[in-house]
């Protein structure tokens, strides 16, 4: 039997074929996998088309001089925490979320996504809460899930084991992507706008700081309000409400995604050569999660900051006279933005 | 640390941070991939724009109308006989080839590919030899290779142990593929291009086959010419030379890439309803790979004819004037095409 079957939004009888899952399930998975790609196809998703690809028109796209802009990724061993937990409808939605800031960090609308789930043996419950996860991040995103891949590898996975893996492609005008993150100046302000937990980095040290100390997902954290699995399994928040309305906003000069890497690796990404950032880590509270972290795990302050968002998962770089302005924006779209620093001749990151 | 660091063709400073490999060696590592990269870049990847994903101008492409056509693949346990035989630069080769072909079959021109890698713990030489083979895919078939993702799980991969997702995006005009795979014909002829082996289908029954028989990867195999190493890791052909030219050729009538679920589970998705194949298995010789797994496996016609692809990896559906002079033009391209069987009134695949 093959191991690998596709998922396409394009094809009228998608080729979610007998061998993915078991053959007695595969007709009705395949149904309700039809119906989840379909509950986020706009007009630009032509049904019936391609037959081995999915098919996004882009030729009414408002963009001039149109620039397709692509990203890959994964969600890291956040994974490892769903199973535990056996929640596995919200790490789909951690993924597009996750693909989706990368574009607006990169000046672009994001447009289609599509996913690869690798697993030892798939259990259909699982694989259509993956699925879900994927299309409600689609949904709320405004993007379509245009495909995806899924494979059983019995011998390459454990039996209850899966990895996930998100593609997504945006546009941009090109005239955007020619000043996006080379145009910052000193006395430019940094807006932190504040993250939902983890987000998808840090997992491996986070998840041996909470097994060493020996708690359950399902007790309550110290900090209260929340179980540990509601803490650690915390979506990953997607900033398209807050930054779409500013891609053309000429305010706004540069915009970082906080992950892998911390501010210190991020954040010079979205400045030109010349200048850096220099932040205040007293402008914001970090979370009592990462400080349970660090505490329990005696994580420094320098580690954290590499490793973990501290609180903000998104930067926004953005002049003087309009800070206030675009603060007042992203808290009227539903995400807190407050001043975390300010841009610096010089280079990196810096800790006033 | 960051469990997952991105390679963006999109950015001067590839973000492929300190976490993906050890410290030591991620400097060196981040030029070998930054190498890679940029000798697949065209002159519609923009170096330096965007930042957190690669940019590829799409404003200039010939396509009226343009649709994007996307696919997501992996390359399933034939991953396995990479690892046992230490070759690892010929699976990204595999991979790439396939996500062409599947475009192809969708009337598609393929313009860039991504891809994922998943560790338990990375050698330098095994990533490098990984993205190597990715970087040549996409140079033979003039892609881009616009960014990738690498990531180290040891809890959820065996220290050796990785896994490949590709992501691959096309474009066609609107027209194309309102007619692509919609209008064969009863009388059309199905011609069939030579595959070079398994390609990326099957590798489950195979190695079982395989290891069942109790051969090693390194003997010659008993028709000879080949190792089962060499025989085994033939790299998936990519049929663009020989399709490219007929894109836009009227004669086209459908194309079909035999993969998982062979002829029954593909060909019938390049033709319309009210029509089916009716294939002569006597029109090609099968090659001597696939008889032997038949036989030492006892596996029958039925199960080889929908996990193989029998000797041949790609159908073209052609109108009966043109058949020759297609089968011709593909011989031009390096691809051996014959007469494998004609297309009916009814549905699905039958055998003479």
Known sequence: MSEGTSRDAGSEAPAYGAAGVRLEAA????RRFGD???????PEVLGGLGGFGGCFAIGRAPEADPVLVASADGVGTKILVARSAGVHHTVGQDLVNHCVNDLLASGARPLFFLDYIAAGRLDEEVAVALVEGFARGCRDNGLALLGGETAEMPDLYEPEAYDLAGFVVGVAPRARLERWNRCAEPDDVVLGLASSGLHTNGYTLARKTVQAA????????PWGGETWSEALLAIHRSYLPAVAPLLDDEALRGAAH???GGFEGNLPRALPDGVGALLDRGAWDE???????????GVSIDEMSRVFNLGIGFCLVVAPEAADRIAAGCAEAGHSARRIGNIVAGSGVQWA
């Open 258 to 260: 906080v992950t892998g």
């Open 27 to 30: 007709e009705r998975v395949k």
């Open 287 to 297: 979370p009592p999660l990462f400080r349970w972290i660090s505490r329990e795990g």
């Open 36 to 42: 989840l790609v379909r509950s986020t196809s706009g």
């Open 214 to 221: 020996g708690v359950r997902l399902d007790e309550e954290t």
